[in-house]
């Protein structure tokens, strides 16, 4: 697997001035899976969780988990051990850290006095079992990998690398349409773009751009030209508000639970984040239903100020 993306990692990291065998690290978290996840939810090629993948710029979603992006995910991941390499100041304790994090290797180098990695993996408590056995793996497996013949892996032959055509494509389409488009299998086109992890692009609110869309080398040309000549989808969106789901949007907006729960692809009792745009299936409003006012007892008078309301609990 890992001929489908070690080169243009490699490029990432060479333009980052990084020493490109840090791409083995990447084996070890993943083996060069974009779309694994971990039992606590560490999701890709690097294994980020949600925050931390925010942290460093990647986009994760109801619609688009970028930790899946092979080239997102690595531009990200070389923001982060570049900064790890500054804060402790070589590379054992920046991949040290990427492991167990920075707040407990700093601790460990607090606690023990010394910044030296070996001396910490030596030392009882100094650092996590997990840790001291990550940094000699990627040493190992870079010394492997850069001398294949030499332990018998001459022969292998690597998958090709992952080559591909951009097009952009209207918000809200349909994979199956995308793939039609592009002459190839609904499979083939998620595999290119793991990103994407509903059944339809992420649809937006307003006039917002297309959204790139990876398709197999020489069909980018036919794809835009079949695209082109389709309609749009049409439809409504509106912007998630705290503490909604499926039961409060139907309540709110009309509409069937079981269309919202079905149009984008929520599990019953879903919380959403709030500002994750949403599609309004048919039946439903993109404004509130207007309700009857329901009469209230209150302990004492209340005013309410100028662009404010009341809200009982």
């Known amino acids: 697997k890992a001929g489908r993306y070690v080169?243009?990692?490699?490029?990432?990291?060479?333009?980052?001035?990084?020493?490109?065998?840090?791409?083995?690290?990447s084996m070890i978290e993943s083996g060069h899976n974009p779309s694994i996840e971990s039992p606590v939810g560490a999701v890709g090629l690097w294994q980020f969780m949600p925050q931390s993948g925010r942290m460093y710029g990647l986009t994760v979603d109801k619609w688009v988990d970028e930790r899946r992006d092979p080239a997102r995910s690595t531009q990200a991941a070389v923001r982060l051990l570049s900064d790890l390499r500054e804060r402790f100041g070589n590379w054992e304790l920046a991949m040290a850290a990427y492991n167990m994090g920075y707040a407990g290797l700093s601790k460990s180098i607090g606690k023990y006095n010394t910044n030296d990695?070996?001396?910490?993996?030596?030392?009882?408590?100094?650092?996590?079992?997990?840790?001291?056995?990550?940094?000699?793996?990627?040493?190992?497996?870079?010394?492997?990998?850069?001398?294949?013949?030499?332990?018998?892996?001459?022969?292998?032959?690597?998958?090709?690398?992952?080559?591909?055509?951009?097009i952009l494509v209207e918000p809200g389409a349909a994979w199956p349409d995308v793939a039609k488009a592009a002459k190839t299998s609904e499979q083939e086109l998620k595999s290119l773009n793991p990103q994407y992890v509903a059944e339809r692009l992420p649809p937006t609110a307003g006039s917002e751009p297309k959204w790139a869309v990876r398709v197999p080398r020489g069909k980018g040309m036919e794809a835009l030209?079949?695209?082109?000549?389709?309609?749009?989808?049409?439809?409504?969106?509106?912007?998630?508000?705290?503490?909604?789901?499926?039961?409060?949007?139907?309540?709110d907006y009309g509409g069937r639970e079981t269309d919202w729960m079905r149009e984008n692809q929520l599990d019953?009792?879903?919380?959403?984040?709030?500002?994750?745009?949403?599609?309004?299936?048919?039946?439903?409003?993109?404004?509130?239903?207007?309700?009857?006012?329901?009469e209230l007892v209150v302990s004492r008078p209340v005013e309410v100020g100028p662009g404010l309301g009341l809200v009982f609990y």
Do not use: C, H
């Open 7 to 25: 080169s243009s990692m490699k490029a990432e990291m060479r333009r980052a001035g990084l020493p490109t065998d840090l791409v083995w690290l």
């Open 117 to 166: 990695y070996w001396a910490l993996s030596r030392l009882e408590g100094g650092i996590p079992w997990e840790t001291t056995l990550y940094v000699p793996k990627i040493f190992a497996l870079a010394i492997v990998m850069n001398n294949r013949e030499a332990f018998g892996l001459g022969k292998i032959q690597a998958d090709p690398a992952v080559s591909f055509d951009t």
């Open 225 to 251: 030209a079949a695209l082109s000549g389709r309609t749009a989808a049409k439809f409504d969106t509106i912007v998630a508000r705290f503490g909604d789901d499926a039961s409060s949007l139907s309540s």
């Open 268 to 294: 019953k009792d879903e919380r959403i984040e709030a500002g994750t745009v949403l599609i309004v299936p048919r039946g439903a409003q993109s404004k509130p239903v207007a309700k009857p006012m329901q």
